[in-house]
């Protein structure tokens, strides 16, 4: 059944490449909107032999994993706390639902601006427009897993002596852990969607500022071939994120 599922997908894929060469190929569609992907191919060739803009690809790419990683990190460090002490603290949520429902919704570029006059154009800004984008869906599903741990697994725990720290470190968070690694992919997904909203004020250099710049100067070439850079990235670290998840918790989806 897995082998099949994945022949499909390569053929969903090779049919979508070879429809994209054939209209391209037979001068079907404008090459400023829709290239060829030979034309993507001589463009990823040439910015990551020769760069783009005075700066080499691996630094473009570089900067932006430095941004996403930093941002995430933070977001790990205070989305899962909080969420563990929100879901088994009724009055903790209380103090902090408010304020993540609020800025949930909002557009990142809304608030960016508001980011940018505190902490000025630099990374600082930029890290934590990401790391705001990844906290609330962390936050969330940390906060869905408590809610959905049995009482009695609990009050079990505590019947046998389990108290305070020892709740949370041997059997909130364990049970927490494959509500966490769902909100880890949306996470990191919305983190990594909003990275384009963050390069786009008065930055240099990464994947996001490289397309947008690219538009400028109508190279549509340049833009899907960073377009697809990007896409091929996000598949890689959903893929390194699912490997994590199927060592770490193996009961997962089998309960």
Do not use: C
């Not at 001068?27 to 005075?54: M, Q, T």
């Not at 990275?195 to 400028?216: C, F, I, N, R, Y």
Request: hydrophobic share 55%.
């Amino acid at each position: 059944m897995r082998k099949r599922q994945l022949g499909l997908s390569a053929a969903a894929l090779l049919a979508a490449f070879a429809a994209w060469w054939a209209l391209t190929e037979a001068g079907a569609v404008n090459p400023l909107f829709i290239p060829s992907p030979r034309a993507v191919w001589a463009a990823f060739v040439e910015i990551a032999s020769s760069g783009y803009k005075g700066s080499p690809l691996s630094v473009h790419i570089g900067v932006s994993m430095m941004r996403l990683g930093v941002a995430f990190g933070i977001a790990l460090l205070t989305a899962i706390p909080l969420g563990l002490l929100s879901g088994y603290f009724a009055s903790v949520r209380a103090i902090v639902d408010p304020f993540v429902e609020f800025y949930r919704p909002l557009p990142p570029l809304a608030y960016y601006t508001l980011l940018v006059l505190w902490m000025g154009i630099g990374d600082a800004s930029k890290i934590a427009l990401l790391a705001l984008a990844a906290f609330a869906p962390l936050y969330l599903s940390v906060v869905s897993g408590v809610a959905r741990i049995p009482r009695d697994r609990i009050q079990g725990a505590q019947s046998l002596g389990a108290r305070k720290w020892r709740l949370f470190v041997y059997v909130i968070f364990p049970s927490v852990l494959p509500d966490l690694f769902t909100g880890i992919r949306t996470s990191l997904g919305m983190t990594y969607t909003t990275l384009v909203a963050a390069e786009m004020v008065a930055a240099v250099s990464g994947l996001g500022w490289m397309v947008l710049d690219a538009s400028k100067f109508l190279r549509s070439d340049v833009i899907f071939a960073g377009i697809l850079l990007m896409g091929f990235i996000a598949v890689v670290l959903d893929g390194l994120i699912r490997l994590l998840e199927r060592n770490r918790i193996p009961w997962s989806g089998k309960e």
